[in-house]
T-cell receptor, first 109, second 115 residues
Framework: RKEVEQDPGPFNVPEGATVAFNCTYS??????FFWYRQDCRKEPKLLMS???SGNEDGRFTAQLNRASQYISLLIRDSKLSDSATYLC??????????FGAGTILRVKS | EAGVTQSPTHLIKTRGQQATLRCSPI?????VYWYQQALGLGLQFLLW???????NRGNFPPRFSGRQFPNYSSELNVNALELEDSALYLC??????????????FGQGTRLTVV
C-alpha cells in the first residue's frame, strides 16, 4: 500500500462548481499534513496546512480525519485559475515529507 | 530573500555518465529534500538531509546518492545514468528536520535528460 494515495483524476468541472479531493495515508504516526498546488511544469507550492480541527482559507477548506486516516480539500466556486495538480503531503514526525501523486483539476468555462 | 536555487536548470547526459545536481536552500533552512518527478508522474521521494546527515532515502538504487555541506547546500549525484532517469529533479528546503507544520519550499528544478 502506498504511503499516500490520491485519486489522480482528472476532475473536469465547470466554473463555479464545488469540487472535493480526498487523500488517504497509511502511517498512523503521521504528524502534519499539507495540500500543495503544482502548475504545469512548475514547482509545487504550499496551498494550505491541514489542522485537526479543519481549516478554511477563502474558497478552500481542508479537513483531517485521523481515525480514518484521510484528509480532504474542498474548493468552492471554482475559477479557471484553480486548474492545477493538487498534491497531498504527509509528514511523519522526524522522518520525511511524503507526497501523493497528485489530483488533476481542470476548470472549464 | 533568495528562494531555493537549483543548478543547472537543464542537463543533458548520455547513458552511463554521471550527473551532479546542486541545491541551495533558503537561508536558515537546515533540511533539504530531493524528489524525482518523471513526465506525467507524481513526486517520488529520493533523499532527505538535515544538519549535514542523510536522514532518510526513498526506494531508489544506490547509484542515487548525495550529500549536504556545512552551509546546508546539497548535491545529488546519479551514477551510471539510465534512460529512465530522465526527469525533473526538485529540491525543497524547510526550516527544521522535524517538519511539524513547517512549509517546504521548492526550487524550480533541474530537468535531466539522458540520451
Amino acid at each position: 500500500r502506498k504511503e499516500v494515495e490520491q485519486d489522480p483524476g482528472p476532475f473536469n468541472v465547470p466554473e463555479g462548481a464545488t469540487v472535493a479531493f480526498n487523500c488517504t495515508y497509511s502511517n498512523s504516526a503521521s504528524q502534519s499534513f499539507f495540500w500543495y498546488r503544482q502548475d504545469c511544469r512548475k514547482e509545487p507550492k504550499l496551498l494550505m496546512s491541514v489542522y485537526s480541527s479543519g481549516n478554511e482559507d477563502g474558497r478552500f477548506t481542508a479537513q483531517l480525519n485521523r481515525a480514518s486516516q484521510y484528509i480532504s480539500l474542498l474548493i468552492r466556486d471554482s475559477k479557471l485559475s484553480d486548474s492545477a495538480t493538487y498534491l497531498c503531503v504527509v509528514n511523519i514526525y522526524g522522518n520525511k515529507l511524503v507526497f501523493g501523486a497528485g489530483t488533476i483539476l481542470r476548470v472549464k468555462s | 530573500e533568495a528562494g531555493v536555487t537549483q543548478s543547472p536548470t537543464h542537463l543533458i547526459k548520455t547513458r552511463g555518465q554521471q550527473a551532479t545536481l546542486r541545491c541551495s536552500p533558503i537561508s536558515g533552512h537546515t533540511s533539504v529534500y530531493w524528489y524525482q518527478q518523471a513526465l506525467g508522474l507524481g513526486l517520488q521521494f529520493l533523499l532527505w538531509y538535515d544538519e549535514g546527515e542523510e536522514r532518510n532515502r526513498g526506494n531508489f538504487p544506490p547509484r542515487f546518492s548525495g550529500r549536504q555541506f556545512p552551509n546546508y547546500s546539497s548535491e545529488l549525484n546519479v551514477n551510471a545514468l539510465e534512460l529512465e532517469d530522465s526527469a525533473l529533479y526538485l529540491c525543497a528546503s524547510s526550516l527544521d528536520g522535524n517538519g511539524m507544520n513547517t512549509e517546504a519550499f521548492f526550487g524550480q528544478g533541474t530537468r535531466l535528460t539522458v540520451v
